[in-house]
């Protein structure tokens, strides 16, 4: 499979590995991504790739979007698991992402009272006030930490704003353990560098991290699908289970995609 772009200002519903059937909320336009990160790994590709001259989407478009899907699947008596903002980018650089995650969570207590209203992000923008209140509204507060080392973060998530990794894990502590750490682990090489973050030192760190952060959870995958930079391979499925168990040995419950 190749990268590819969602759909806006709704897509799916989508059978989640980790959420189950879920409505994608994507503020990118569909024509291209816009993200802090340019990741290595992105399966929407890199971002010089995927530039696009469209803004973010409407406040309004996301609204009735939403509402409409919603409808849609009760009308089909479809249940719903969640409803996650993703999409083809960074969702909460969105102006409109704090008034777009109040919205969500009314259809969804109208509509759907049992699903849950998840937000993925790099967590470049956690830090913001508005941006922080709304993260601890949702149910599922999934921000990214792939590592603590500066130089590997460089090298594989590539940020395009200003990124301090050791201020990240003070932003994610300030959560006060209503966060969920989403970290990939991985092999391989990109332009001769190593991206090998299985090895003790980088593990060691990142446990170390954690501990600070005092998540509620923590969730490890490796890449599942083409990536658009080569190179790069998955983590074997008994490196990845002996990561999370030394995860759960400090007391964090830990899914993990293989």
Known sequence: MSTFLNQSPVFGPVASRRFGV????????TTGKICTFDCLYCEN?????RRT??????????????????????????????????????PT???????????????????APEAH??????????????????????????LKLDTVD????????????PYDVERQVEVFASFKGHVIVQTIFL????????LDN?????????????????????????????TPAPGLSKAPRETLDAIAQRVRALGFPCTVGY
């Not at 879920?22 to 336009?29: F, H, K, R």
């Not at 001259?53 to 698991?81: F, H, N, P, T």
């Not at 998840?118 to 601890?136: D, W």
Request: charged share 30%; with cysteine; net charge negative.
């Open 198 to 226: 299985t090895d003790e030192g980088h593990v060691e760190a990142w446990l170390s991290a954690l501990e600070r952060i005092r998540p509620e959870g923590v969730t490890i995958y490796t890449v599942d699908r083409d």
């Open 45 to 49: 590709g890199f971002n010089d790739e």
């Open 117 to 142: 209203v998840t937000v993925l992000s790099n967590g470049t923008q956690a830090a913001r006030p508005k941006v922080h209140a709304a993260l601890l509204r949702v149910d599922r507060n999934v």
């Open 22 to 29: 879920s409505l994608g909320v994507n503020l990118m336009p």
């Open 187 to 194: 092999r391989g090489s990109y332009k001769g560098r190593s």
């Open 93 to 111: 650089a969105s102006p409109v992402f704090p008034a777009a995650v109040d919205a969500a969570l009314a259809l969804r207590d109208h509509y």
């Open 150 to 161: 500066a130089t590997y973060v460089a090298a594989l998530d590539r940020p395009r704003v």
């Open 53 to 90: 001259r469209d803004g973010y989407v409407d406040l309004d478009q996301v609204i009735s979007a939403l509402k409409q899907a919603l409808e849609d699947m009760a009308k089909r008596d479809e249940k719903l698991d969640d409803i996650c903002f993703a999409g083809n980018g960074e």
